[in-house]
């Protein structure tokens, strides 16, 4: 730029502006924007996926995996929220952990599969459900829990399998206990869907 008693201008270097030709001094260019190139007349915004926390510089920082930066002129990244994740750099947008899957962030990189005992029947979960009691989930990445079958029964939350009745009592199926067998029926095997009920002249006994 030009001053006082000045007989030439001079270019504005990289990383500096001057909106006005009779400007005296040139101008950082403010954080979040970048000037490439001598004699610029405006700083330009960092695009999107892309940030730049200091003044005066000559381009954009492409944010790391597992951030991103929505906003055009952003001057700071920001991690992928739980839920959420982001393998690449430079980028506006995290992705949805899948059905099945879960990032439990912050700033996450990938989605990782659920663990047997545990779900994701939806979009964008940070943490995996626990299987209910009466259901379980035998192998990793499950959308949903299967009930225990009939003759079987679980009462504990997030397991992988579910435990033989005992004998004496019955289930059906998806029921977190055994239920004894009532008065006049038994039931002498494990794994029992019902009771059978005493024949004449005979009577169950229980201990």
């Known amino acids: 730029m030009s001053g006082t008693g000045a007989t ?8 500096t502006f001057a ?32 940030y730049q926390p200091n003044p005066g510089q000559i381009s ?27 393998p690449n750099p430079g980028q506006a947008l995290c992705t949805a952990a ?4 879960h990032a439990s962030g912050p700033a996450a990189t990938a ?8 779900y994701a029947d ?23 829990p299967d009930p225990c079958p009939a003759g079987t029964y679980q009462s504990l939350q997030g397991q992988s399998g579910c435990l033989d009745n ?10 977190a206990t055994a239920t004894d067998c009532p008065g006049g029926s038994y039931q002498p095997n494990p794994v029992a869907v019902n009771a059978s ?3 004449g002249g005979s009577a169950s006994s229980f201990s």
């Not at 979960?125 to 499950?142: I, K």
Request: charged letters at 5%; glycine letters at 18%.
């Open 60 to 86: 954009c920082l492409s944010t790391d995996p597992g951030h991103y930066a929505s906003l055009l002129g952003s001057t700071s990244q920001s991690a992928c929220p739980g839920g959420s994740y982001q």
């Open 111 to 118: 989605s990782i599969p659920c663990g047997a005992g545990t």
């Open 8 to 15: 030439s201008a001079t270019a504005c270097v990289s990383g």
């Open 19 to 50: 909106a006005d030709h009779g400007s005296i001094s040139c101008t950082d260019a403010p954080a979040g924007t970048f000037v490439f190139g001598s004699g610029q007349s405006a700083a330009t915004p960092c695009t999107l996926g892309h």
């Open 197 to 199: 009920m005493t024949s």
């Open 166 to 175: 005992p004998a004496g009592t019955y289930s059906g199926s998806g029921q």
């Open 98 to 101: 899948e059905m099945g899957k």
């Open 122 to 144: 939806v979009e964008g979960l940070a943490e995996c459900r626990l299987a209910g009691a009466g259901t379980y989930v035998a192998s990793p990445g499950a959308t949903a």
